[in-house]
Structure formats: C-alpha cells, structure tokens
C-alpha cells in the first residue's frame, strides 16, 4: 500500500507539469495561428485588390479548414508525432508563404515580357490571354488556397493536445476540452493584441518570421518533453535545424526579398517601402527624359495616391476652387492630405493658419521629415515636391481619426473659412463614415458661415453611383450649395470633386467672378468652369441615389460594385 501511494505522489507532480507544459503551448500556438490568419488576410487584401472583402473572405476560408483540420485530425494514428511534425510544417508555411505568394506573382507578371522579348514580339501585342490569364488569376487568388492549407493544418492543433493529455492521464479527461479551449482563446487575444500593437507596423515577412520562431521553439520544447514517444525524432530535430535556418534568412533578408519581388510588381522601381499601423507605404521613382530628377510616386496597400508627374493637375482641382469661391482664407482645415501636396497649394494663398489633421503620424513622419527614413536624394526631392510645406510655421499638425478629431475642434469652437478633405476613396468599411451624412453635418460646424468645403470625391467615370451619393449625402447634411466637378488626371482617369457653401451663392457662381491669382501657372479660368460641366444625362438617375447614412455602407458598397465592375474584380493590386 505504501508503494502505490508513493507511485501516485510521484505521477502526480509529473502530470501536472505535463498539463501546464501542453496547455502553455496550446495558448501559444493559439496566438500564432491568429497572427498568421492576421497576415494572409492583410496580404490578401494588398493582393486582390478590395480590402475589405478580401479580409474577410480569408478569414472565413481559414474558419472553414480550421473546422475540416479538426476533423483530419482523426486519422493522425500518434498524437505525439502528428502534433510534433505539424508545428514543423506551420513554422515552414507560415513563414514562406507570403515570399512563396510574391515570388509567384512577380513570375507570372513578368512572364509576358521575358516571352515577348525572347520571340521579339512588339508591347502593345505582348501576350496576356489563355496560359497567361490562368496563371494570373492562380497566382492572384494563391493567398486563399495558402490560408485554407495553413487553416487545415491550425485546425489539428486542438484535437492533437487533447488526445496527448488523455493518453499521458491514461483517463478520459471530463474538463479536456474546456480547458484546452480556454487556453485557445486567451491565447488567441493574446495574439490580436501583439499583432494591433507591435506586428502590424513593422515588415510583413518580419512579422511572418517572428511568429514561425515561436512555432518552432513550442514544437522543440513539445520534442525535449516527449521525444521517447516520437519514433524518427531525430530527423524531426534536423529538420527543426533545417526550417530554423529558413525563418533566420527571412527573418534577416525577407524585406529585401520583398523589396526586390517588389519592383516585378511596380511599374517603376521601389525606392522605399514601409508598413506603418495603418497602411503599406510604397513610393517608387521613374527615369524620365524631360525631369531632372527622377518621378516620384506614392502607393497605399498597394493603390496609387499620386504620381509626381501628373499630381498638380489633382491637387490643383482640389483647393484652387475652393480657395477661390471662399470669402476668406485665414483660417483653412485640411483633413487628410498626409504627404503634404494639398497643404502646399494652400499656403500659396498666405493663410495666418493651417490645421492639418491625418490618422497616420509615420506617414506624415516621412514627408516631414524624410531625411530620417530615406537617402538624402529622395528625401530633397519629396521636400522639393511638398516644399517643404509641413513644417511651415503656420501649420499646426493634429494625428487623430477625423470623425473624432472634428468633434475636439468643435468642442474648442473651432472655426474656418475653408475646409479641404482630401481623403482615400471609400474602399474600407473605416473611410466610409468619412463620408456619411453625419461626418459632413460635423464639419458644418466648423466652417464659417460664407466657408467653403471640398470633398475629393472619386471617379464619376468609374463609380459614378458613388459620386453622386457623396453629392446627395452632402446636401442631406445641410449644405445649401452642392455643385460638383471633374477633369482628368491621367495617373486615375476622370477625377471628379464635390465643392459645397452654407449660405449665399453657390461655389460656382462664386468662382465666375474671380480673376486668377497670379500665382497660379497651370489653371485657368475656362478649365475651372468646364470642369462643372457633365453630360446631359449624368445626373438623370440622381434622385434614385441613396445617401450614405452612418453605418450603413451605401456609399462603400457602391463604390466596390463599380470598381469591381469597371476594372473587374481581376484588376490587380499594383496596377491600381
């Protein structure tokens, strides 16, 4: 009796640490899987194109395989060397795959050219259908079919740990499942707060990398434990060696890898890349024969905000007019405009005071003072193309997410004369309540009664259903003179704006009896009107146009159908 006894005292210490050992690692392995979930879908959404769709849809395909993964999980016969070789296989295809996706990308981008070269075959007929169109749209969509195998594989995580413990108890554990469910969960909010507040902002593959580390040393610490259960465990630890030195060389070199996919990608060459909290910034250069220096240009997640070569045609649209039809430009409110281009035509017009409010301090960081982040030759020419505006004295610079932000300038009674929102098109769920009825009825009460307002407003070409909704939107908000224009700007096509008073005559008319300033070298008086010019037809169907309500996405899903529909859903993420 005694000999039992003393059994039991010395089993019972070792299966405790056995279940604080397996549920520790299932709380790890937990955060892991939700970051990789995190990374594919942002990926994807840089990919494919709609962002918001694409997210979702990643995470719903990894749901789904995590769920079918729970049920391959059966037919592992050993637990302990199906869950031992799985961590091996996430660490490896979690930390390639986003390499594994680009490189496949770049390939069949540029594929076209090599053959057009190889054959001497002229551009304008190089070949893009049959093969090449497969090969596009497998490679273009490749991100799902990496987070469906990856989810497959998470999905056998569960079911593998709670087989372990009952064959370690040699007992049916009645609390297994909750418990190792429990585990699952803290450990995945763990993940999601380590991804909003480190991962998010630093480089993709590092993150990748990162988290495949932690993969590998919970699968090391699971093989020290339990490797007299693990029949070949030591081609499973040469082959930890092998994958180790995989995720060091992405660790070490997967940003220049990126960087160097990168410029398959881009039309011109990659200059800087960066991921800030909010956004993958990309600028690239271009040799041009009648440019000194080297054109610049600008991507968000992969859509162009601006080319130097055509961008004051743009900038030019968005705040001439609207500097122009105001009684006053002391005080001028620029929300968004980040990079500074909008807030140099601004101070062309000697305001006392410039605020400029943007979500993303790195960003603004960089054009401010980019010296900082890049080689002195592309930091003097985005100072020379801003000059230099953001660190004009007159500027006073507010980070904050404008539909809050505006409320603290209201609260301290703020108040402008011109109001210029220069803000990404409504391609997320978060910009679209930049543009809803109760964003514009906020920024009514900081423009002066005789102010003016100007909204970029997309393209009337392409989404003209969601141009007109920013009009109708804006006048439901209690602005007495909408009137909108449009002109092209070759880097997007037609361009259009939506420009608004609150009293008195409209912009328009306004804008009739006002001689050009003699600063301005590109405009004219005849382009600014021409430009409120439409086809007679354009706003026949304006009245059947919903306006976009706060929280209910009529703007953002009209602005998705007609992208979707003009450009396909097809339309790759590095030609936008």
Request: proline share 3%; net charge negative.
């Amino acid at each position: 009796m005694n000999t039992i006894n003393s059994a039991r005292e010395n089993v019972a210490p070792s299966r405790l640490f056995d279940d604080i050992l397996l549920i520790t690692i299932m709380a790890i392995l937990a955060g892991c899987g939700l970051i990789y979930e995190y990374l594919l879908s942002h990926f994807a959404g840089r990919v494919i194109g709609a962002v918001e769709s694409a997210i979702y849809t990643m995470i719903g395909i990894m749901i789904v395989s995590m769920g079918l993964g729970s049920f391959a999980a059966r037919h592992i016969k050993c637990a302990f060397n199906g869950f031992a070789w799985l961590e091996l296989t996430i660490a490896l295809i979690g930390s390639s795959a986003i390499l594994v996706i680009s490189g496949a990308i770049a390939i069949v981008q540029v594929l076209p050219s090599l053959v057009a070269q190889t054959y001497n075959i002229p551009p304008d007929i190089m070949p893009q259908g049959g093969i090449y169109k497969s090969l596009y749209w497998l490679t273009h969509y490749s991100p799902y079919a990496i987070g469906a195998i990856l989810g497959l594989f998470i999905g056998m995580e569960i079911p593998l740990i709670a087989r372990i413990r009952e064959q370690l108890h040699k007992a049916h554990l009645v609390h297994n499942t909750g418990t190792i469910y429990g585990a699952d969960y803290i450990g995945a909010g763990v993940g999601a707060a380590l991804w909003i507040t480190f991962m998010l902002s630093i480089e993709i593959n590092l993150s990748a990398s990162l988290t495949a580390s932690v993969n590998l040393i919970a699968g090391l610490a699971f093989w020290l434990r339990y490797k007299e259960y693990i029949t070949h465990k030591y081609l499973l630890l040469f082959g930890h060696g092998v994958v180790s030195i995989i995720v060091a060389l992405i660790f070490s070199f997967g940003g220049q890898w990126a960087s160097t996919l990168n410029n398959t990608l881009y039309l011109d060459e990659v200059a800087h890349e960066q991921q800030t909290r909010f956004a993958q910034v990309v600028l690239t250069q271009r040799n041009l024969p009648n440019l000194e220096h080297p054109s610049l240009s600008l991507y968000l997640n992969g859509r162009l905000q601006f080319s130097e070569v055509d961008e004051h045609i743009y900038h030019k649209f968005l705040v001439y007019p609207a500097m122009a039809a105001s009684a006053r430009h002391d005080n001028v409110l620029i929300i968004g405009g980040g990079d500074g281009l909008a807030l140099r035509e601004v101070l062309k017009w000697a305001p006392k005071h410039v605020t400029l409010m943007d979500l993303d301090n790195q960003l603004v960081d960089l054009f401010k003072a980019p010296h900082a982040a890049l080689n002195t030759s592309i930091a003097n020419d985005i100072l020379r193309l801003n000059n230099d505006s953001l660190n004009d004295p007159r500027v006073d610079i507010i980070h904050a997410d404008a539909f809050n932000g505006v409320d603290e300038l209201i609260a301290q009674q703020k108040s402008y004369d011109t109001v210029i929102i220069d803000l990404p098109d409504p391609s997320h769920p978060d910009l679209n309540k930049l543009y809803s009825k109760g964003f514009y009825h906020k920024v009514k009460y900081l423009t002066a009664n005789d102010g003016i307002m100007v909204v970029q407003s997309t393209s009337p070409f392409h989404a003209k259903n969601a141009f007109i909704s920013i009009n109708n939107t804006i006048g439901a908000a209690g602005w007495s003179n909408v009137q909108q224009y449009h002109h092209n700007v070759p880097s997007f096509g037609q361009w259009g704006w939506t420009i608004a008073s609150l009293s008195g005559q409209g912009p328009r008319h306004r804008l009739i009896r006002q001689e050009m300033q003699p600063f301005e070298d590109w405009l004219t008086k005849g382009l600014i009107q021409a430009s409120f010019e439409f086809s007679k037809d354009f706003y026949l169907d304006k009245k059947e146009i919903k306006i976009n309500e706060l929280g209910s996405f009529v703007l953002y899903r009209y602005h998705q159908q007609a992208w979707e529909s003009q450009q396909g859903v097809e339309q790759s993420w590095y030609q936008q």
